[in-house]
């Protein structure tokens, strides 16, 4: 097994890129895959997306088409104060009890600040018992850059707003903000490495899509556009085997192997194709778990909806305490996904 390059997941994860603000990832992206696909071209919602021809096989080669959404979750600066407090709207899903007393970057076009978050209201030593038990709102909470009423001259109405915090190694895991969905882009990146050298019958394409978070939106346009016969969307999702989750909840275990994604709140998986993963994944003792969701999507779902349709199935790995800072997965888990990608391409 190749070794994994954590350094590019690192300069993925930390660069700043939320919903209709994935320039800076877009670029990285770009620079790491020239050379790799026959076409490249970004479409007018800011997707990146890549095309491998065929090399063999007949005259109408079936599509693949990758979704790697490029988005995290963060904010847009909403208001500025005169005394040059930021508030804030959230593009994408946090809940409440993860934002407090967080540090942040807020990215403007005359550079980035850092920034410290808090909510309105009294801290702790003259809180009431009833100002202790409540949880703001996202739209409670407010950033200061440290800079006064200057920051009405830095911040603009629409700058994005990141979470801080550094990427980190911990044995077998690594812990980031954005490995949602900056696992995807690197999978996406390192699949396609992984066939540079093989003849493949299909015709493969890897949309490193927009604004996931805010619903589909890139993936919806990108597989119109592409049209594709199969589309794999790649992904995280929950890792609950943590202290305080039933067992039925628990969606995958760390360690276990990549999930094979049959179901969530947007799309259920093509049967046959997950029988072909999984047969796949079987013969080459790569690990695996199937894995559904009650609620929520991925791109997968715009594939397989888009035009005429396609057939559809997730590729996804198993993350631990998914939409906050420290988001965790199992390198393990991460190797597995690139493996049954990889395995699935050469045979295409």
């Known amino acids: ?44 919602m800011g997707s990146l997306l890549c095309r491998r021809d065929a090399r063999g096989g007949g005259e109408r080669p079936s599509r693949i088409m990758l979704l790697c959404h490029m988005d995290e979750i963060g904010f847009l600066v909403s208001h500025v104060t005169d005394k040059g407090f930021l508030y804030l709207q959230p593009v994408g899903g946090f809940d409440p009890r993860n934002l407090f007393s967080r540090r942040v970057l807020v990215c403007t076009e005359q550079g980035d600040h850092k920034g410290v978050m808090n909510p309105g209201g009294r801290p702790l030593h003259i809180a009431s018992a009833e100002d202790k038990k409540k949880v703001p709102e996202p739209t409670e909470f407010f950033v200061d850059l440290g800079l006064g009423a200057a920051a009405k001259d830095v911040v603009k109405i629409g700058d994005m707003v990141v979470m801080d915090e550094p990427f980190v190694a911990m044995g077998d895991k690594v812990v980031s903000k954005a490995l949602d969905n900056r696992i995807a882009c690197w999978l996406g990146i390192e ?33 119109y556009a592409v049209r594709p016969d199969i ?113 699935y391409l050469r045979r295409a």
């Open 1 to 44: 097994m190749a070794e994994l390059d954590l350094d590019l997941l690192r300069a993925l994860c930390e660069t700043p890129g939320v919903p209709g603000h994935e320039d800076r990832v877009r670029a990285l992206v770009r620079g790491e895959v020239e050379g790799l696909f026959d076409a490249i071209e970004i479409d007018p």
């Open 231 to 343: 589309g794999i969307g790649i992904d995280t999702t929950l890792a609950c085997d943590t202290p305080g989750v039933p067992e039925q909840d628990r969606t995958t275990v760390q360690g276990e192997g990549f999930g094979l994604h049959i179901r969530d709140g947007s799309f259920i998986a093509d049967k046959g194709l997950v029988g072909e993963v999984e047969a796949l994944a079987q013969e080459l003792e790569i690990p695996y778990q199937r894995t559904m969701l009650r609620a929520g999507g991925q791109d997968g779902a715009a594939a397989q909806q888009a035009a005429a349709g396609a057939r559809a199935v997730g590729i996804v790995v198993g993350t631990r305490y998914i939409h906050t800072v420290t988001e965790m997965i199992d390198t393990r888990d991460l190797a597995a996904a690139r493996d049954i990608l990889v395995a």
């Open 191 to 223: 699949a396609i490495r992984g066939v540079v050298d093989a003849d493949h019958g299909a015709e493969i394409h890897v949309a490193f899509t927009a604004q996931e978070e805010v619903g589909l939106r890139g993936a919806r346009t990108a597989a």
